[in-house]
């Protein structure tokens, strides 16, 4: 697991430096204007310096745990100027630290690392990084920022603060090996975390890992090709149909003039044949079809006569077994919306019959 480190930018042209620690070995990985994200970077912490972070010390000693630490919230709010973003931890015996950073500053240094593919996990003041075991002052530096942290108090280390915070007071450098080994303790175990309440850090969902992503991709082209396999062979079928049609009506054609050669024929001669007759071949195309559609949807019925009139009726003489066979198909011609009428009877061999007349709706 690698851990990043970086200073915590507020500003534009503010371009700290970026550390990668591998297994306890620091890596300088250059500026962050630079900065090129790896895989293996799992935590990402960023040290905020003392100039824009006030940090406070409250003892407590009625409160504990988490209520001590809003107790501590609360005071360090109301003794800031303006609004700020506020975080709080235990440090030591009944003392609760707390800092305080402006919200859009908190949000400008996110706004930074975010567009070099940093989003960090802890964001920390540089000050609460440094493991203070005494009452001295101790003197740190990284990145250029220096600070001076005493048991609580932690300023820049400018001429003017050392003067009026500490004084003649002897000051104590963090070499920088113990500074790093300072910077991982905080890694592991922050004393508080700015990265809370509204500027928590919110990762983003990962519905699919990528090779998820690619077993969807070849299912959805698998499914896309079956799907136009189904078409084709679903259009091969009624192709092969309505071939079959056409065939049985050409060779019932041609038992009436082997002259006739293919299906555009034989309609043509079919509508010559009415047009001489006088007879409307709209009408008896779709009365014919709704008959014979009916008859092939019920079993044993068969078409004895058919003649078409000039005034657009179709009359029919139905053949069956028995009367409930040819109801099937009167049935069938009437839930298609034609007009129909029929008389029933038998012939000498006992087979009913139906004398139909069909018109159109």
């Not at 500053?105 to 975010?114: E, K, P, T």
């Not at 149909?241 to 009436?256: G, H, M, P, R």
């Not at 008859?295 to 009726?313: C, F, H, M, Q």
Request: aromatic share 6%; proline share 5%.
């Amino acid at each position: 697991m690698t851990l990043v480190i970086t200073r915590f930018p507020t500003s534009e042209r503010d371009d700290p430096k970026v550390f990668r620690v591998i297994e306890g070995d620091w890596q300088d990985a250059g500026a962050l204007s630079n900065f090129e994200p790896a895989v293996d970077d799992r935590t990402v912490m960023a040290v905020v310096a003392p100039e824009d972070v006030r940090c406070h010390w409250f003892t407590l000693p009625d409160v504990q745990g988490r209520q001590a630490e809003s107790v501590a919230i609360l005071r360090a709010t109301e003794q800031s100027l303006g609004v700020v973003h506020c975080s709080a931890g235990a440090d030591y015996d009944d003392v609760v630290a707390t800092a305080t950073i402006a919200p859009e500053v908190m949000q400008r240094g996110l706004d930074i690392l975010s567009a070099r593919g940093l989003n960090p996990d802890i964001v920390l003041p540089f000050a609460l990084s440094l493991a203070i075991q005494s009452d001295g002052v101790f003197r740190a530096e990284m990145d250029g920022v220096s600070v001076l942290r005493g048991a609580q108090f932690a300023v820049p280390d400018d001429a003017v603060l050392r003067d009026l915070v500490i004084g003649d007071a002897p000051i104590e450098a963090i070499d920088t090996d113990a500074l790093r080994s300072m910077l991982l303790s905080a890694s592991a175990a922050p004393l508080l975390n700015l990265r809370e309440g509204v500027f928590a850090k919110r990762e983003r969902a990962v519905w699919l890992t990528p090779e998820q992503k690619f077993w969807v991709r070849r299912l959805l082209t698998a499914l896309v090709v079956l799907t136009l396999l189904l078409t084709l062979v679903t259009l091969a079928k009624y192709w092969m149909a309505t071939a079959s049609e056409n065939n049985a009506a050409l060779a019932a054609a041609q038992t009436i003039d082997p002259a006739i050669q293919d299906i555009d024929q034989s309609e043509s001669m079919l509508a010559a044949s009415l047009n001489r007759q006088g007879k409307t071949q709209g009408s008896f195309a779709p009365l014919s079809a709704a008959l014979w559609r009916s008859v092939k949807a019920s079993p044993n019925v068969s078409v004895r006569e058919l003649r078409y009139t000039p005034d657009g009726i179709l009359t029919v003489v139905l053949a069956a077994p028995t009367a409930d066979n040819i109801n099937k198909a009167l049935v069938t011609i009437q839930q298609d919306g034609f007009r129909i009428t029929a008389t029933s009877r038998q012939d000498t061999t006992g087979a009913t019959l139906v004398d139909m007349t069909v018109r159109m709706p």
